[in-house]
């Protein structure tokens, strides 16, 4: 079982910055496709950005390249950096880990979910 812990959220004015971290436990860290995926209430969680297992980056049209992610696998982390924040970009952020093609059982993993709130 992989435990996903994130951190970084908070309160931030329109314009500003936040760097959300996502760590994972156990060893398996080089097999996981990472991702980050936020939620407000009453809707769907919806995707900000994910980084394969080798490094490939993907991210939201909505992300406009305000937002940058990024893993460092000796220390099993994935970082979102977040510029330019509006009012929009409040939700709660989750990361998610997947296994990625080389793992025979697939697993799917979430975080509890951080709060990024930005004010106007």
């Known amino acids: 079982q992989v435990q996903v812990v994130e951190s970084g959220g908070g309160l931030v004015q329109a314009g500003g910055s936040l760097r959300l971290a996502c760590v994972t436990s156990?060893?398996?860290?080089?097999?996981?496709?990472m991702g980050w995926y936020r939620q407000n209430p009453g809707k769907q969680r919806e995707l900000v950005a994910t980084i394969s297992s080798g490094g490939r980056s993907n991210y939201a049209d909505s992300i406009e390249g305000r937002f940058t992610i990024s893993r460092d696998n000796a220390k099993n982390t994935v970082l979102l950096q977040m510029n330019s924040l509006q009012p929009e970009d409040t939700a709660v952020y989750y990361c998610?880990?997947?296994?990625?093609?080389?793992?025979?059982?697939?697993?799917?993993?979430w975080g509890q979910g951080t709060q990024v709130t930005v004010s106007s």
């Open positions: 156990g060893s398996i860290f080089n097999y996981l496709d």
């Open positions: 998610n880990a997947k296994t990625d093609s080389r793992v025979i059982r697939p697993r799917n993993y």
